[in-house]
């Protein structure tokens, strides 16, 4: 029953995080506008892009590193070194994230941390493909978020013809990046908390 209920606590951790990174990122999106790079004067409820941002990074982190120890914990024994390492990775890019939103570091380490992060789980989700711990429809989102994220920064480049769209499709990129990234943790904390009566696999 202890590892029943770490899956379901840490599945419902996975799935707050994930919510409070969408919401903030959403703020963030309305404060910093449609264009790349975008004018640094914009605000949304009073505060700054950078502002929600850093609430962001400060108040989802621990609740998505809860959701990564309970998968890391059902997955133990399937994941091998490179899974291992790569949910290592993401633990320490979202340790970052919690210390540059802090004031420790500078913020040049927000860009090491998104690399970390989407290093991590690119490793993680290619070694969760063939785990047995959780649901079939949720082995590939990590991998999947790992590859989605530097596809949306590509097509937000200042040169991307996408931007020159309009405001709705600048709009849409930037919002994409968060939504998809907070998406795939709630995914995840639905399949641990769904995969939670199942017997542990053991190798």
Do not use: K, Q
């Not at 989407?118 to 969760?128: F, I, K, Q, R, V």
Request: charged letters at 10%; aromatic letters at 6%; hydrophobic letters at 55%.
């Amino acid at each position: 029953m202890h590892i029943f209920s770490r899956a379901r606590l840490c599945g419902a951790a996975a799935v707050l995080g994930g919510l409070l990174w969408m919401l903030f990122w959403t703020f963030h999106t309305l404060a910093h506008g449609p264009e790349n790079p975008a004018p640094t004067d914009g605000t949304f409820l009073g505060l700054r892009a950078l502002e929600h941002a850093s609430i962001m990074m400060l108040v989802s982190p621990p609740f998505l590193l809860l959701g990564l120890g309970g998968i890391h914990h059902r997955l133990r024994s399937e994941l091998g070194l490179p899974g291992h390492a790569g949910a290592g990775l993401v633990a320490l890019s979202l340790g970052v994230m919690v210390l540059v939103s802090s004031g420790v570091g500078p913020w040049m380490l927000y860009a090491a941390s998104v690399a970390g992060l989407c290093s991590g789980l690119l490793l993680l989700g290619a070694a969760m493909l063939r785990s047995r711990g959780l649901p079939p429809w949720s082995r590939a989102i990590p991998l999947a978020v790992a590859l989605a994220l530097p596809a949306i920064v590509l097509a937000r480049a200042p040169a991307s013809p996408l931007l020159r769209l309009g405001d709705a499709a600048g709009y849409f990129l930037l919002e994409s990046l968060g939504v998809v990234f907070g998406l795939g943790w709630i995914a995840l904390g639905i399949a641990l908390r769904s995969a939670h009566s199942a017997p542990v696999p053991r190798p």
